[in-house]
């Protein structure tokens, strides 16, 4: 594996949910079933993750977040480092300045 994260990023851009939305309540939209929402402050820095769970979605507080410039070996050891419930979890590709770009799939970065 060499590279960046930049050239590791999963299309089409994922799904996103505002925070202010999520904790009034809002639900991620239909459209977005099935796949997982980055949710975004309002610098649209990537704070949180919503992974499709019993029918239902898990949220995930502080995901893993990665500049696109980084290396893929490093971020991938950071990945597998994670505690088994999140391990699994896309990892939040950000531009220079954190605002989210993609998510990278651990599969991806193994490939």
């Known amino acids: 594996m060499t590279g960046d994260l930049a050239g590791l990023l999963d ?36 704070i949180g993750l919503l992974v499709p769970e019993g029918g239902g979605w898990a949220h995930r507080e502080r995901p893993l977040t990665a500049s696109v410039e980084e290396p893929a070996i490093g971020v991938a050891r950071q990945a597998l480092s994670r505690p088994p419930s999140t391990r699994l979890d896309p990892v939040c590709a950000c531009l220079p300045d954190g605002r989210f770009a993609g998510l990278v799939g651990v599969e991806r970065l193994l490939g």
């Open 11 to 46: 299309g089409p851009v994922a799904p996103t949910l505002d925070a202010g939305l999520l904790a009034a309540g809002a639900e991620p939209p239909a459209v977005a079933r099935g796949q997982v929402v980055v949710v975004l402050d309002r610098e649209a820095r990537p």
